[in-house]
Every structure is written in structure tokens, then in C-alpha cells.
């Protein structure tokens, strides 16, 4: 069964990078059916998409994120990872590992538990 | 601002029906699928519906979508208390470039 787990710092101060990786048990991410992707959700708000990347290295962003977002894929490891520069408190979030493509392009199917990330000095 | 337009809340009795409306535009409903999501308190989001109508395996009958031009709508019957959750439409934007979200939907069961 797939499982999606993410790690990484809960605190990051404003103005550094976020970084978090996702590990991915119970599937490759060499498979050529699926996207690998990220989505946030703010305390008390809806959800965000933030990209997905192909494991080719093929990525998709959203262009609101675009300019402080990169998303790299590690085949050796089975994990993506995900970076946010320049980062404010409004990017205070859950920041979720998805999967997409066994429904959709653009329907995620699997979803890691979340991980906080705080924004704060 | 989420695109997509959701109502915050909305509630109904044990066994009865409810419906989740979700308001778009011809970049995003209009010409893509939607896609539906159960988020239960303090767990991530799970996949309700896809391709406007479609459920993945699992999903009850209970649950079902459907779409008319630049509105989506999801319904639950025979609501149960484990049916609480918040409730997130999903589409592509082609205008905007992006997977664009509703605001959610809060289902209280009274």
C-alpha cells in the first residue's frame, strides 16, 4: 500500500528557504503513470497547490509560488523534496505529499499525513 | 480568495441528505473535471470523487457528483456523525494555469 511521508523542520525563520522531503513506500517514483506533488493548507484555511513534478524532472508549479518554489525528484531514494525561498509568515502551513494520475491528471489520490511548517523568528 | 465558490457550512439530521454546491467559471469547471475531497478533523484529505461524477473504490454510493456548466455538486445521503468533515472541490484553471481549490465545506450532522 502507498504511503507518503513527509520530514522536515516545523520552524523556519522569515526570509530563509523551507525545505521538506517526502518518502514514498509502496510504489516507485520511476512509475510513468504519476505526478509527484505538494499542497499546503494555512491554519483554519482551504488548500493550496503548490507543483508537482513528473520523475523525468518535468514539473508544473502554481505561477502565484512559482518564483520561490523548486521540487526535485531523488529515484535512488524514492523521495521528492520541496524548497520555498524567501518565506513570510503567510506561508504558515500544513504542507502535504500528494499523488496524482490514477484519476486524473489534477486529482491527487494519496495524500502524506501533513507536516507544519511555522514561519517565525 | 479561493476560485472556486463554496458554501462555509451547511448541515442536515442523521439519514438525510445533504448537497455541497461549488461555483466556477468557464476557465475551470466549465471545460475540466472536478474533483471532490473528505477532509475529517486532524487527517489529510482523501479523494471522494473524480471526473465530475466518479467514485474510486471504497467510496460509498452514499456519495455522488455531479456538474452543470460552471457548478459542481456534491451529495451525501443517509448522513452519518462520521460524515463530519470539511469538503474541498478541486479543478484545473486553464486561464490561471493552476489546480485551483474551493474554500471547503463544513458538514455538521445534527
Known amino acids: 500500500q502507498l504511503q507518503l511521508q513527509e520530514s522536515g523542520p516545523g520552524l523556519v525563520k522569515p526570509s530563509e528557504t523551507l525545505s521538506l522531503t517526502c518518502s514514498v513506500s509502496g510504489d516507485s517514483i520511476n512509475s510513468s503513470s504519476y505526478y509527484w506533488g505538494w499542497i499546503r493548507q494555512p491554519p483554519g484555511k482551504g488548500l493550496e497547490w503548490i507543483g508537482s513534478?513528473?520523475?523525468?524532472?518535468?514539473?508544473f508549479h502554481n505561477p502565484s509560488l512559482k518564483s520561490r518554489v523548486t521540487i526535485s525528484v531523488d529515484t535512488s531514494r524514492n523521495q521528492f523534496s520541496l524548497k520555498l525561498t524567501s518565506v513570510t509568515a503567510a506561508d504558515t502551513a500544513v504542507y502535504s505529499c500528494v499523488r496524482q494520475g490514477d484519476y486524473g491528471d489534477y486529482v491527487f489520490d494519496s495524500w502524506g499525513q501533513g507536516t507544519l511548517v511555522t514561519v517565525s523568528s | 480568495q479561493p476560485v472556486l465558490t463554496q458554501p462555509p457550512s451547511v448541515s442536515a439530521a442523521p439519514g438525510q441528505k445533504v448537497t455541497i454546491s461549488c461555483s466556477g467559471s468557464s476557465s475551470n469547471i466549465g471545460n475540466h473535471y472536478v474533483s471532490w475531497y473528505q477532509q475529517l478533523p486532524g487527517t489529510a484529505p482523501k479523494l471522494l470523487i473524480y471526473e465530475n461524477n466518479k467514485r474510486p473504490s471504497g467510496i460509498p454510493d452514499r456519495f455522488s457528483g455531479s456538474k452543470s456548466g460552471t457548478s459542481a455538486t456534491l451529495g451525501v445521503t443517509g448522513l452519518q456523525t462520521g460524515d463530519e468533515a470539511d469538503y474541498y472541490c478541486?479543478?484545473?484553471?486553464?486561464?490561471?494555469?493552476?489546480?485551483?481549490f474551493g474554500g471547503g465545506s463544513k458538514l455538521t450532522v445534527l
Open positions: 513534478i513528473y520523475y523525468s524532472g518535468s514539473i
Open positions: 478541486g479543478t484545473w484553471d486553464s486561464f490561471l494555469f493552476t489546480v485551483v
